[in-house]
C-alpha cells in the first residue's frame, strides 16, 4: 500500500502567506528528505531531515519519528515559491526513497 | 554542492531501440539509484546499485532493463528493448553510503519512445 502520504494534494496562497505542508508515512523511517520540484522536473533538494527540525531561510522542516510525519512550513510565501513540493522516505538499509504524490503550491500576488 | 550529471538531457527512439542513459555520480559516492516518473505522475524507485552488484529493485524494473558502472565511468541504464511505457523521465541519484544519507540527484534524461 501507500508508505507515503502527503497532504495537501494543492494549496492556494496569497503572497505573504504561511504554508504547512504534511508528510505521514506508515512505516519505520531510516532516511527522510524534502524536495521542490521545477515545472520543468528537476529536482532540488530542501532538507535531508530524518529527524528533529531544520532550518533554511524561510523554510522549517520538522520530522517526528515516533508519530510518523514530517512537515515543512514556508514562511511568508512568495510567487516563487510556486511549485510541487515532495518527500520521500526510506525505510531499508539501502535507502531506496519512497516518494508522496506531492503537494502543488500556488502563490499567487 | 555535489551534483550528479546525466546524460543527455532527452533522447527520442523508436519502440523496440536500444537506449542508454548515462549518470555521473558524485564522485566519493558509493551508492547509485534510478528512479522513473512518468509525466505528472508519482516518481517511482526503479533499482539501487552498490559494489558492482543490483542490491534491490522494484517491480518496474523489467527484464529488459540492466544498470551497470563499469571501471567507475558512468552508471548507465539501458533498456533493451524499448516500449511505449517506457516514455518517462528518468533520475539518477547517488548517496555516499546507508544509515541513512542524503541522496544527490540528477536534473533527469525525458525518453521518449514513438
Known amino acids: 500500500g501507500q508508505q507515503v502520504q502527503q497532504s495537501p494534494a494543492s494549496l492556494v496562497l496569497q503572497e505573504g502567506e504561511n504554508a504547512e505542508l504534511q508528510c505521514n508515512f506508515s512505516?519505520?523511517?531510516?532516511?527522510m528528505q524534502w524536495f521542490y520540484q521545477r515545472p520543468g522536473g528537476s529536482l532540488v533538494s530542501l532538507f535531508y531531515?530524518?529527524?528533529g527540525t531544520k532550518h533554511s531561510g524561510r523554510l522549517t522542516s520538522t520530522t517526528v519519528i515516533k508519530e510518523r510525519r514530517s512537515s515543512l512550513h514556508i514562511s511568508s510565501s512568495q510567487t516563487t515559491d510556486s511549485g510541487t513540493y515532495l518527500c520521500?522516505?526510506?525505510?531499508?538499509?539501502?535507502?531506496?526513497?519512497?516518494f508522496g504524490k506531492g503537494t502543488s503550491l500556488t502563490v499567487i500576488p | 554542492g555535489p551534483k550528479v550529471l546525466q546524460i543527455p538531457s532527452h533522447q527520442i527512439i523508436d519502440m523496440g531501440q536500444m537506449v542508454t542513459l548515462n549518470c555521473d555520480p558524485v564522485?566519493?559516492?558509493?551508492?547509485f539509484y534510478w528512479y522513473k516518473q512518468i509525466l505528472g505522475q508519482q516518481m517511482e524507485f526503479l533499482v539501487n546499485?552498490?559494489?558492482?552488484?543490483?542490491?534491490?529493485k522494484s517491480k518496474l524494473f523489467k527484464d529488459q532493463f540492466s544498470v551497470e558502472r563499469p571501471d567507475g565511468s558512468y552508471f548507465t541504464l539501458k533498456i533493451q528493448p524499448t516500449a511505449l511505457e517506457d516514455s518517462a523521465v528518468y533520475f539518477c541519484?547517488?548517496?555516499?553510503?546507508?544509515?541513512?544519507?542524503?541522496?544527490?540527484f540528477g536534473p533527469g534524461t525525458r525518453l521518449t519512445v514513438l
Open positions: 520521500a522516505l526510506a525505510n531499508t538499509g539501502y535507502q531506496n526513497f519512497y
Open positions: 564522485s566519493n559516492h558509493l551508492y
Open positions: 541519484a547517488s548517496s555516499s553510503r546507508t544509515g541513512g544519507n542524503e541522496q544527490y
Open positions: 512505516t519505520s523511517l531510516n532516511s
Open positions: 531531515n530524518p529527524s
Open positions: 546499485f552498490y559494489n558492482g552488484k543490483v542490491m534491490e
